[in-house]
């Protein structure tokens, strides 16, 4: 083991930050006030002035999307498998029933010639997922969506800062979700965003947000749908302000970083690599999938044992007992669960210095040399 333990991601929250935390923290008003507000300005600023509204999750904006855009029981929602588990959750928690196509091997991303095929009847939305960071081709995405009058609820949980052809995700579309977990690019601690088409829809999105809950005058309150309890405090959001003027910077450091992984991998190693997506990426992640006969638990352990965290994003969601209970079985989606298998998340994150890269190079090289026999 050489030098101290490297994870596949850690968090850079500056003293500026800090400070700001604890000013909110004795200003006398902490859930959500003054730096929501804030916070949700900058984004809207940052996404050509669309209206954004802040939640406590990603998870959460996703929901609130799917509400939204008014998808519930009898709809169908086509997404892929191979995501973290929030993204199909999300559809079933609104009632309506994920359709999954398989996904695409070089990007990773949702097949769209597969989601077209899917489209039925009772088709509503697509929810497509921009895995590690990696944009789908959006024209195509919305030409399918225009052409059959679906809704479109972009889980861009990885891809804040990502481009496609130019224009930043988030920038252009109809209902796009953002996460601030710790891991992502930039993080409330935990919390998301929702960017909303329009004005129409700002009051839903609120409404949705805290127990439905609609105020007027000085005293006047109403209620007539059922909200969550989504809101955003003062303190992440004031985390969330720290991390966006960051952003351009975090991921100008995370490209660098990628362009190393790609001159210093061992392609003899017989590892996939993601497509080389620089201006379109943010590089949320580098995930290599590794040949099949190598088992991903020991190529883990092995690289623990180097001092090198390795992380799993993501099993294929259709192979969770709870899917399998509504019917989903092995084999319907090769690519995605071959992938889900394999997959495995290497060190990237905006601290790490170049020879770290260099150290997870050798030290994969050393270990799935060990491994392949
Ligand atoms: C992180 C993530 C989510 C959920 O975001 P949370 O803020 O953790 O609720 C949803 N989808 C994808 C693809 C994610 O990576």
């Given at each position: 083991m050489t030098g101290a333990f490297l994870p596949f991601t850690r968090p850079s929250i500056d003293d500026e930050t800090i400070e700001g935390v604890s000013e909110v923290l004795r200003s006398g008003w902490i859930t959500s006030g003054p730096k929501v507000k804030e916070f949700e300005a900058a984004l809207s600023r940052r996404y050509d002035g669309r209206p954004v509204r802040v939640y406590n999750s990603g998870t959460a904006a996703l929901e609130v999307g799917l509400r939204v855009a008014g998808i519930g029981p009898g709809d169908e929602v086509i997404t892929t498998?191979?995501?973290?588990v929030a993204t199909a959750n999300v559809i079933l928690q609104v009632g309506a029933k994920p359709v999954f196509v398989d996904v695409d091997?070089?990007?990773?991303?949702?097949?769209l010639e597969a989601a077209q095929r899917a489209v039925t009847p009772a088709t509503r939305a697509i929810l497509p997922v921009y895995l590690a960071g990696l944009p789908l081709d959006l024209d195509r995405l919305y030409a399918i969506a225009g052409r059959h009058r679906l809704r479109v609820i972009e889980d861009a949980a990885q891809a804040i800062g990502s481009r496609w052809r130019g224009t930043e995700?988030?920038?252009?579309?109809?209902l796009i979700a953002l996460s601030f977990h710790a891991?992502?690019?930039?993080?409330?601690?935990e919390g998301g965003a929702l960017v909303l088409?329009?004005?129409?829809e700002v009051p839903l999105a609120e409404q949705l947000r805290l127990q439905g809950v609609v105020r007027s005058g000085e005293d006047g309150m109403e209620v007539e749908i059922a909200g969550g309890k989504f809101n955003l405090t003062d303190i992440a959001a004031r985390i969330g302000l720290g991390q966006l003027v960051r952003l351009e910077e975090f991921n100008a450091r995370r490209e660098q970083l990628a362009r190393r992984y790609f001159e210093r991998?061992?392609?003899?190693?017989?590892c996939e690599l993601p497509p080389p997506a620089f201006g379109e990426s943010n590089w949320h992640m580098f995930q290599v999938v590794l040949p099949e006969q190598i088992k991903r638990a020991d190529f883990i352990a092995r690289m623990r044992g180097e001092g090198i965290g390795i992380g799993v994003h993501?099993?294929?969601?259709?192979?969770f007992g709870l899917y399998r209970g509504l019917g989903f079985r092995e084999g319907q989606f090769p690519h995605a669960e071959r992938i889900g298998r394999s997959i495995a998340t290497l060190p990237l994150f905006p601290?790490?210095?170049d020879t770290d890269v260099d150290r997870v190079c050798a030290a994969a090289g050393h270990v799935l040399r060990i491994l392949r026999g």
């Open positions: 498998p191979l995501s973290w091997p070089a990007t990773r991303n949702l097949d995700i988030g920038a252009r579309g109809d891991n992502k690019n930039i993080t409330s601690g088409p329009g004005k129409a991998w061992d392609r003899a190693l017989g993501y099993p294929a969601i259709h192979l601290s790490m210095q």
